[in-house]
Nanobody
Framework: QVQLVESGGGLVQAGGSLRLSCVAS????????MAWFRQAPGKEREFVAA????????YSVDSVKGRFTISRDNTKNTAYLQMNSLKPEDTAVYYC???????????????????WGQGTQVTVFS
C-alpha cells in the first residue's frame, strides 16, 4: 500500500510561485510513475503533469508548459510541482497520484492511477 501526502499549497497573487511537495510512504517510491492533477470547483479532475519512475521523462499539458515543472527525488520519496507565473485559472485543489502503469508514458487518465493524496488547495488572486 502507498500513502501520499501533499503540502505547499496556499494563497498567492497572480504572477507568484508555489512549490508543491508529495511525500510517499509504503512501497518503494521509485517503482511507480507520479503525476499531478487538479480539480477546480464544478469541474472534472484535470491532468497537469507526469514523471516517470526514474525521473528521466516528464510531460505536462500545454496550459502549464513553461510555467510548471514536475520533478522527483527518489532518495527522499518525494515528488514536486514547481509552479511559476501563476494565474487565477490555476486555482484548484492539486492532487499527487502514483501509478503502477510504467510501460507507457504519459498516463493522463485519473482511472489509471492507483494511489492518491488528499489534495492541497492553491488559490491565485489577481
Amino acid at each position: 500500500q502507498v500513502q501520499l501526502v501533499e503540502s505547499g499549497g496556499g494563497l498567492v497573487q497572480a504572477g507568484g510561485s508555489l512549490r508543491l511537495s508529495c511525500v510517499a510512504s509504503g512501497r518503494t517510491f521509485s517503482s511507480y510513475a507520479m503525476a499531478w492533477f487538479r480539480q477546480a470547483p464544478g469541474k472534472e479532475r484535470e491532468f497537469v503533469a507526469a514523471i516517470t519512475w526514474s525521473g528521466h521523462r516528464t510531460y505536462s499539458v500545454d496550459s502549464v508548459k513553461g510555467r510548471f515543472t514536475i520533478s522527483r527525488d527518489n532518495t527522499k520519496n518525494t515528488a514536486y510541482l514547481q509552479m511559476n507565473s501563476l494565474k487565477p485559472e490555476d486555482t484548484a485543489v492539486y492532487y499527487c497520484a502514483g501509478t503502477d502503469v510504467t510501460w507507457t508514458f504519459p498516463t493522463v487518465v485519473p482511472e489509471e492511477y492507483d494511489y492518491w493524496g488528499q489534495g492541497t488547495q492553491v488559490t491565485v488572486f489577481s
